[in-house]
């Protein structure tokens, strides 16, 4: 069964650091293209950072130069390491795994995780 469990979410001040994980489960992260979207309340889920088969990672402007994607194809992980947090940085941060048709829409993805959350106070 395929699985995708985040952790590290947390209350932070802005201009602090968290790191989500994203450990997964009968999936091969390395195969997959991997991605990190977010999602506050009222609003849509939006695309924050994938890392696509073969190597090449995206980010999303709001977020380049303050968060990182990467990938630990030995611990079957992906992480986002997210630096600069501003208060607009709060939300759900979820994972999702997808077969390469696209990386920047949720409807590319065909599993997710459950979500974890992110406060950041100003």
């Known amino acids: 069964q395929e699985q995708l469990v985040e952790s590290g979410g947390g209350l932070v001040q802005a201009g602090g650091s968290l790191r989500l994980s994203c450990a997964a489960s009968g999936r091969t992260v390395s195969s997959y293209v991997m991605g990190w979207f977010r999602q506050a309340p009222g609003k849509e889920r939006e695309f924050v950072a994938a890392a696509i088969t073969g190597g090449p990672t995206s980010h999303a402007d709001s977020v380049k130069g303050r968060f990182t994607i990467s990938r630990d194809n030995a611990k079957n992980t992906v992480y986002l390491q997210m630096n600069s947090l501003k208060p607009e940085d709060t939300g759900v941060y979820y994972c999702?795994?997808?077969?390469?048709?696209?990386?920047?829409?949720?409807?590319?993805?065909?599993?997710w995780g459950q979500g974890t959350q992110v406060t950041v106070s100003s």
């Open positions: 999702a795994a997808g077969s390469g048709r696209g990386f920047s829409r949720p409807n590319e993805y065909d599993t």
